[in-house]
């Protein structure tokens, strides 16, 4: 959503580097392309200027004319900020203290209020609570039968005791909204629910109509929290919208929606800063799961390039079987073998997590490689799933047996070709190795060499990199001499004695001394060979 903005600051930030000092026009020029950015990237002007003149006024101030690296310092005065329009603090959901706790959505039509009800009731439902969502939205065509399909799906009952509207787009009110929503709390409580969600009617526009209505409901239900859903790709109406519900029905908290668009999304930024109510959740995508607490400050952090490691951390707790991890952790301590059968358990885990990009897109820099990872495809992790599956056991455990036939064999279950086979027995291959260095307590094989990592180095291209060796000064231009000449350096090196009295044949001269001595006076030499033997 925010990989324009994010590409402007970065490439911004980049002009800063290396500067011992900043000067007022360096600054200047700073501040002048970051308010470019935000408006570019359709931030709302009121908070753009409020924005670039906090960071002017703190980047002319001495913590930044004192700091070790003053750019280092620009951006950090940046992310802070982002954080503070963003909201601030992260602010979770306030519970009821006496059940139930009442949670009422409001919004525009298309907002993706009844699809957002079922992301919500299945992360309380995970929580260990009883949701039940409540089908208030009796305008829309099917909205009923929406929220239904949603609940289900959840995991979660739904009230709807009337069907609403089965037709096409209509002006007129269909049944009563209001004793809807009041009828669902009843119900909630007899049912011993402990949360309720109301989905309710939206409008292609704001109108006195559904301001109207979602007054009604909100004074019938008296909600615990009111949240507006908002579509995060509507541009700057996001911030009359958001003005217009403020007024019309006091929310407590915001929801951005589709936040996995393309659009600029600048205006989703300005919402928190006009309103002055915390964006509480947001939409990453069309399945139930893609869902999540809105940090200011991982957010913030992701427009910088910086990555959302925690949120990698958090959605990896979730997903991973720590049973499976503890036992994979067992296997490479105690130098066991890497098998197929561990990748394909490591890869249906990786499945659990979600989009490969979404992971990919949190590491820190990786707006550096966006085309790359745009690129990757997300049914290559099916297809190997499907090679791996394809295999017998035992050809997972020793996948040296495989051979020609049996690779052919495993292209056609699986629906590819040997070469993809191949490649992924390569690729496997060279995994294995890396788990096997691991497990010695090395680091992994072929990369270049690191201080204090043993283990790092040995690869080709790493070695084709080194630094030439230094000459040893005085070597002689006689071969033999010169050779003897090494063999002394080397044991000088190892802090062994450089005499010539080293065992024969040890290579480079370093080797364990005989136990008894070679008699060759029985031997046929060749004439002048036993001088090169020392004369025996």
């Known amino acids: 959503m925010f990989n324009s903005l ?118 309380l439902r995970e929580q260990g609570h009883t949701p039940v969502l409540v089908a208030a939205d009796l305008q829309r065509p099917n909205a009923v039968t929406q929220l239904s399909v949603v609940a289900e799906r959840a995991g979660v009952p739904v009230f709807a005791p009337h069907p609403g509207n089965q037709g096409a787009e209509t002006d007129a009110v269909i049944g009563d909204p209001v004793s809807v929503a009041r009828d669902g709390v009843a119900f909630a409580r007899e049912k011993q629910h402990d949360v309720v969600i109301v989905d309710t009617a939206g409008r292609l526009g704001v109108d006195q109509l559904l301001m109207q209505q979602a007054a009604d409901i909100r004074a019938a239900v008296q909600p ?36 996995d668009g393309d ?17 509480m959740f947001a939409s990453t995508g069309e399945k139930l799961t893609d869902f999540e607490v809105f940090h200011p400050d991982r957010m913030a952090s992701r427009i910088l390039d910086m990555g959302d490691v ?12 720590a049973a499976e991890a503890e036992k994979m952790a067992q296997k490479v ?93 390569e690729r496997f291959e060279a995994a294995q190795k890396m788990m096997r260095q691991m497990a010695r307590g090395g680091g992994a094989p072929g990369m270049p060499a690191m201080p204090g990592m043993p283990g790092m180095g040995g690869g080709k291209k790493s070695r084709g990199k080194q630094a030439p060796s230094k000459k040893v000064k005085g070597k002689s231009g006689n071969p033999a001499k010169r050779a003897q000449q090494e063999r002394e350096a080397m044991q000088r090196a190892l802090g062994g004695p450089a005499s010539p009295s080293t065992p024969a044949g040890s290579a480079f001269g370093v080797g364990k001394p005989q136990e008894e001595e070679v008699d060759l006076s029985n031997l046929q030499l060749p004439g002048g060979l036993d001088k090169l033997l020392g004369g025996r």
């Open 333 to 425: 301590a105690t130098g066991q073998d890497f098998t197929l059968a561990d990748f394909l358990v490591q890869m249906q885990q990786m499945k659990k997590l979600g989009s490969m990009k979404k992971m990919l897109g949190m590491l820190p820099g990786m707006g550096q490689m966006r085309e790359a990872i745009e690129q990757f495809d997300e049914r290559e992790v099916d297809r190997i799933e499907a090679i791996i599956k394809s295999m017998t056991p035992a050809e997972r455990d020793n996948p040296k047996i495989i051979n020609g036939s049996r690779r052919a064999r495993i292209a056609r279950g699986s629906g590819s070709t040997t070469t993809a086979v191949n490649q992924l027995l």
């Open 6 to 123: 994010s590409d402007r600051l970065t490439s911004t930030f980049k002009n800063l580097r290396g500067r011992g000092r900043l000067s007022e026009a360096d600054i200047d020029a700073t501040v002048r392309e970051i308010r470019r950015a935000l408006l570019d990237a359709d931030v709302a002007v009121p908070v753009v200027r409020e924005f670039t003149a906090a960071v002017r006024e703190r980047a002319l101030s001495a913590e930044v004319s004192q700091a070790l690296n003053p750019a280092q310092q620009v951006v950090k005065i940046v992310n802070e900020q982002l954080v503070e329009i963003l909201g601030g603090a992260t602010r979770p959901l306030q519970l009821a203290k006496t059940p139930p706790t009442v949670i009422m959505l409001a919004g525009l039509q298309g907002a993706g209020k009844t699809t957002l009800a079922g992301k919500l009731a299945l992360a």
């Open 224 to 259: 615990d929290e009111v949240l507006f859903v908002i579509d995060a790709m509507i541009g700057q109406d996001a911030v009359a919208t958001a003005q217009a519900f403020l007024e019309g029905v006091d929310f407590t908290g915001v929801v951005l929606s589709k936040l």
């Open 263 to 279: 659009a600029r999304g600048g205006a989703a930024l300005s919402v928190a800063g006009i309103t002055g109510r915390p964006i």
């Open 310 to 321: 925690l949120t990698l951390i958090e959605q990896a707790e979730r997903a991973f079987d």
